[in-house]
């Protein structure tokens, strides 16, 4: 029990600390289900069919009962130790799983459908919970260390476009790659050309990442073909985001709803990783943010290099992001100098659609603008009537006493819907000063042009 504690410890500083390293995770073994057309492995006595005109290697774990086997043109079978094939009509075995109906032949898919820039395909070695990579760095970043799997088989398109990719170190096959040249002559080798393909050119001795401030990732213009490698399942189309005016960060492909912090940072002072932690422990670990995610990283906006945390509503209509990002906020000018934050902005998406509140609808920067418009319109109109007033373009008098009426009724023509004695008890009129009118409940302006009119 007394090593677990430091052992603990030692975890909690390792996902605490800025992903260094990406793990290719699709594998193209004989044995996994995914690998197959009917998503499951050949069953005994199946014809199995491989592509005739694509290069694979594929590593064979088990024993496998085959009725018939098309093998690639140039590909090669790994046989594990106690792996093999053996022959077998259809027939002639009975498999519970593989149910008693005329099966066709068993198609290995196409290996070359993993591409380097699918970020569905990379998991980051050592991500905190609570946190997550926006779209951009879900793929190897230019300072990372990318890892293969050790056992198991596996192809990696570097395309679309004969572009280059740059990370800090490939480990393929129990080797590691830091140089150019070594890496060029393991892709050229057989071993090399089964498992990597494309036109893109893959580049290894990038620096490691110390800047206490953080790095940024420099996958900023292979973001539209990580976009479309994410897209791709649901025909390039981003999902809508169940929310108004959603946001889209730096890095990601498609709206979300939530809040985005932007930090300009004291580069002699802030540090990525403490912020990092601080926002785990102080503020994520609270009842309150439970399930919210956040992406913290360093990214360049207008050339303009800054932190950006972006905070993800955990479901619609909670506003718990809203929420952090504005104690996040007061957060930095408390505590600005300590955290080496030299100023923080933010912003917010508005309500869940279908909230059937207009103003709920509107995001907070609108509804001060709203206000803010009525209020100068009103001040604009009221400006016009004095200046009109001044300059003698627009009149209106005081209230006066009424003059006496002569006898024998009002001059004019005789209403026959009002009569004389009706006219003659109608108490004077009062006009309303042209002037702006609050209350509680309402404001509103009487215009003097009308009041003018209504004068006898």
């Given at each position: 029990?007394?090593?677990?504690?430091?052992?603990?410890?030692?975890?909690?500083?390792?996902?605490?600390?800025?992903?260094?390293?990406?793990?290719?995770?699709?594998?193209?073994?004989?044995?996994?289900?995914?690998?197959?057309?009917?998503?499951r492995t050949p069953c005994a006595g199946d014809t199995i069919r491989f592509p005739a005109d694509k290069m694979v290697s594929v590593l064979v774990r088990g024993s496998h009962t085959v009725g018939?086997?098309?093998?690639?043109?140039?590909?090669?079978?790994?046989?594990?130790?106690?792996?093999?094939?053996?022959?077998?009509?259809?027939?002639?075995?009975?498999?519970?799983?593989c149910g008693q109906e005329s099966r066709g032949p068993v198609l290995f898919l196409n290996p070359d459908r993993f591409s380097w820039l699918d970020p569905h395909l990379w998991r980051s070695g050592?991500?905190?919970?609570?946190?997550?990579?926006?779209?951009?760095?879900?793929?190897?970043?230019?300072?990372?260390?990318?890892?293969?799997p050790r056992n198991a088989s596996f192809r990696v398109g570097l395309g679309p476009g004969a572009r280059r990719v740059s990370v800090r170190s490939v480990s393929a096959l129990g080797e590691t790659?830091?140089?150019?040249?070594?890496?060029?002559?393991?892709?050229?080798?057989?071993?090399?050309?089964?498992?990597?393909?494309?036109?893109?050119?893959?580049?290894?001795?990038?620096?490691?990442?110390?800047?206490?401030?953080?790095?940024?990732?420099?996958?900023?213009?292979?973001?539209?073909?990580?976009?479309?490698?994410?897209?791709?399942?649901?025909?390039?189309?981003?999902?809508?985001?169940?929310?108004?005016?959603?946001?889209?960060?730096?890095?990601?492909?498609?709206?979300?709803?939530?809040?985005?912090?932007?930090?300009?940072?004291?580069?002699?002072?802030?540090?990525?990783?403490?912020?990092?932690?601080?926002?785990?422990?102080?503020?994520?670990?609270?009842?309150?943010?439970?399930?919210?995610?956040?992406?913290?990283?360093?990214?360049?906006?207008?050339?303009?290099?800054?932190?950006?945390?972006?905070?993800?509503?955990?479901?619609?209509?909670?506003?718990?992001?809203?929420?952090?990002?504005?104690?996040?906020?007061?957060?930095?000018?408390?505590?600005?100098?300590?955290?080496?934050?030299?100023?923080?902005?933010?912003?917010?998406?508005?309500?869940?659609?279908?909230?059937?509140?207009?103003?709920?609808?509107?995001?907070?920067?609108?509804?001060?603008?709203?206000?803010?418009?009525?209020?100068?319109?009103?001040?604009?109109?009221?400006?016009?009537?004095?200046?009109?007033?001044?300059?003698?373009?627009?009149?209106?008098?005081?209230?006066?006493?009424?003059?006496?009426?002569?006898?024998?009724?009002?001059?004019?023509?005789?209403?026959?819907?009002?009569?004389?004695?009706?006219?003659?008890?109608?108490?004077?009129?009062?006009?309303?000063?042209?002037?702006?009118?609050?209350?509680?409940?309402?404001?509103?302006?009487?215009?003097?042009?009308?009041?003018?009119?209504?004068?006898?």
């Open positions: 029990m007394g090593s677990v504690g430091p052992a603990l410890l030692w975890l909690q500083l390792c996902v605490l600390t800025q992903a260094t390293y990406k793990l290719w995770v699709p594998d193209t073994n004989f044995d996994t289900g995914t690998n197959w057309s009917q998503n018939d086997l098309l093998l690639p043109l140039d590909g090669e079978l790994v046989l594990a130790p106690g792996a093999g094939f053996g022959a077998a009509h259809a027939h002639a075995v009975s498999q519970p799983d050592d991500e905190a919970p609570g946190f997550f990579s926006v779209d951009a760095e879900r793929v190897p970043c230019v300072h990372d260390d990318v890892l293969f790659f830091t140089r150019d040249e070594d890496l060029a002559a393991f892709l050229q080798s057989r071993a090399g050309r089964l498992r990597f393909h494309g036109p893109g050119e893959l580049r290894v001795g990038s620096e490691a990442c110390t800047d206490p401030s953080g790095c940024e990732c420099g996958s900023a213009q292979t973001l539209p073909w990580v976009c479309a490698a994410l897209l791709q399942p649901r025909g390039g189309r981003c999902p809508p985001a169940p929310c108004h005016n959603a946001l889209r960060p730096e890095g990601q492909c498609c709206d979300l709803c939530g809040a985005v912090v932007s930090l300009i940072y004291d580069s002699a002072t802030f540090n990525l990783e403490r912020y990092r932690a601080r926002l785990l422990d102080t503020f994520l670990a609270q009842p309150q943010y439970q399930g919210l995610q956040a992406a913290v990283s360093k990214v360049r906006r207008d050339k303009e290099v800054g932190i950006q945390v972006v905070l993800v509503e955990p479901a619609p209509g909670t506003s718990s992001a809203g929420r952090l990002g504005r104690a996040l906020l007061a957060d930095a000018a408390e505590h600005g100098v300590a955290l080496g934050v030299l100023s923080a902005a933010l912003r917010e998406s508005g309500a869940p659609l279908g909230s059937g509140s207009v103003e709920a609808q509107v995001s907070p920067a609108a509804r001060w603008g709203l206000w803010g418009g009525l209020a100068t319109g009103l001040l604009v109109l009221l400006g016009t009537a004095l200046l009109l007033h001044s300059t003698g373009r627009l009149r209106w008098r005081r209230h006066q006493e009424p003059e006496s009426q002569p006898t024998g009724g009002p001059k004019g023509f005789s209403n026959p819907t009002f009569s004389a004695a009706t006219w003659e008890k109608q108490p004077p009129g009062q006009l309303p000063s042209p002037a702006l009118t609050m209350d509680n409940s309402s404001c509103y302006f009487v215009n003097p042009l009308f009041a003018a009119e209504a004068e006898v």
